[in-house]
């Protein structure tokens, strides 16, 4: 069955740094488009970043500049690099991808405080 295992969330302070995994089985993940969302608490779930099975990533315009997404076809996982954190990026963070229906990880929670 499909299977996504978010890691890497965490506490970090305003400027910081995380590298979120998700690590995907039970699909051919070559050929799928990948993606990250986060819902804050209280709020509606938001698309971050998508990459293509081709490599081509999209961001949204409150994380460009500051967010990598990236595959590694080899090991079946996608990352998002997370680079000047803000406390708006406050959320639980989710790996997601469309086979026949969007199917989504337990997600991991990352913190922005100082």
């Known amino acids: 069955q499909v299977k996504l295992v978010e890691s890497g969330g965490g506490l970090v302070q305003p400027g910081g740094s995380l590298r979120l995994s998700c690590a995907a089985s039970?699909?051919?993940?070559?050929?799928?488009?990948m993606a990250w969302y986060r819902q804050p608490t209280g709020k509606q779930r938001e698309l971050v970043a998508s990459?293509?099975?081709?490599?081509?990533?999209n961001y949204a315009d409150s994380v460009k500049g500051r967010f990598t997404i990236s595959r590694d076809n080899a090991k079946n996982t996608v990352y998002l690099q997370m680079n000047s954190l803000k406390p708006e990026d406050t959320a639980v963070y989710y790996c997601?991808?469309?086979?026949?229906?969007?199917?989504w990880g337990q997600g991991t929670q990352v913190t922005v405080s100082s």
């Open positions: 990459i293509s099975s081709g490599g081509r990533p």
């Open positions: 039970g699909f051919i993940f070559t050929v799928n488009n």
């Open positions: 997601n991808v469309k086979i026949t229906y969007p199917r």
